[in-house]
């Protein structure tokens, strides 16, 4: 099972150890920032093993493991596989995998990206869509804020102290630092969570932010992606993503299991017209509207596939 980070690596391990304890079976994980050696040998004689693109190649590639015999290969989050540049590893990858296995493609969002890359490592598939049967909705609360420069970080310390635990988007890694800094000068205990820093450092401002310790955590976008943490109740977008299957993959990570939450978009100034597009698009246009703002008109765009134009 291939997924893209190194936190998703180690959660879907652990729900998967249970399971493969009940049948006998062996699961394994294999990611940066440990033992190379290590996590050869266990994969080695693991049933199951859960990894990066990136080590699991270098394990090929060092002939730490054989990949011709596997029968089953799963490609987890594949549209965020593709939108961090992993498909030529994945490639590789492929390539070394027996021809007569099954092949599995999981994602929360499903473009021609996506299909394409699915119609070129299978035959004949077929596209299942579902719920979980056992889950009810997730009830979200879709908020915009407007705000300016000035305002931005005092804007948020108010919502993070009128929340219980919230998970804060910005763009990037020196962005998740510098606001960590600012809000503890607001007496705002927070984590950062982010590419740059060491697999001991993310676990444990991942374990600071699940045990309590501190009831903010601020993320990049890859950083956080296929976090599974059914206690988060807000989620901020300081950064507004821009796109809409970020929009969708940030904000699906409150309103988990059932429970309800809120997710909120701080938008500046400059930033109006392109957020205003990914509301509307998304289904958010009165929400956007009632915060006292407007969104820029439709853009005009051709399609590639069908060679006329689309509003977007």
Not at 47 to 58: F, K, N, Q, S
Not at 81 to 99: A, Y
């Amino acid at each position: 099972m291939l997924v893209p980070t190194r936190e998703l690596a180690s959660q879907v391990t652990a729900e998967l150890q249970p399971l493969a304890k009940a049948k006998g079976l062996t699961v394994a994980s294999a990611y940066g920032g440990v033992p190379l050696r290590a996590q050869g040998n266990r994969a080695k004689s693991a049933h199951v093993l859960v990894a990066t693109p990136g080590r699991l190649e270098d394990l090929a590639q060092r002939r730490m493991i054989d990949l011709s015999h596997v029968r089953t290969f799963v490609l987890d989050e594949a549209d965020r596989m593709l939108d961090m540049g992993f498909q030529p590893q994945v490639d590789k990858i492929v390539r070394r995998l027996p021809r007569n296995r099954q092949t599995m493609f999981f994602s929360a969002t499903l473009d021609g990206t996506v299909g394409d890359l699915a119609r070129a490592y299978t035959n004949s598939p077929s596209r299942i869509e579902g719920e979980l049967s056992n889950a009810q909705p997730a009830e979200i609360e879709h908020q915009f804020v407007s705000v300016t420069a000035d305002t931005k970080v005092e804007t948020l310390v108010e919502h993070i102290k009128a929340s219980d635990s919230t998970l804060v988007f910005v763009r990037t890694k020196r962005g998740a630092d510098r606001l960590v800094r600012k809000l503890e000068r607001h007496g705002v205990r927070a984590a950062a969570m982010h590419g740059d820093m060491s697999q001991r450092a993310r676990e444990r401002a991942l374990a600071q932010f699940e045990s309590g310790k501190v009831a903010t955590l601020v993320a990049t976008d890859v950083a956080a992606r296929g976090l599974d943490l059914t206690e988060i109740t807000h989620v901020i977008n300081f950064d507004p993503p821009e796109e809409d299957k970020g929009y969708v993959h940030r904000t699906g990570r409150t309103g988990r299991a059932g429970r309800s939450g809120t997710a909120i978009t701080f938008v500046l100034p400059d930033q109006q017209a392109e957020t205003g597009r990914v509301a509307r698009r998304l289904g958010h246009h009165a929400q956007f509207e009632h915060a006292g703002m407007r969104a820029g008109p439709a853009k005009l765009l051709y399609t590639s596939r069908r060679g006329r134009r689309s509003k977007w």
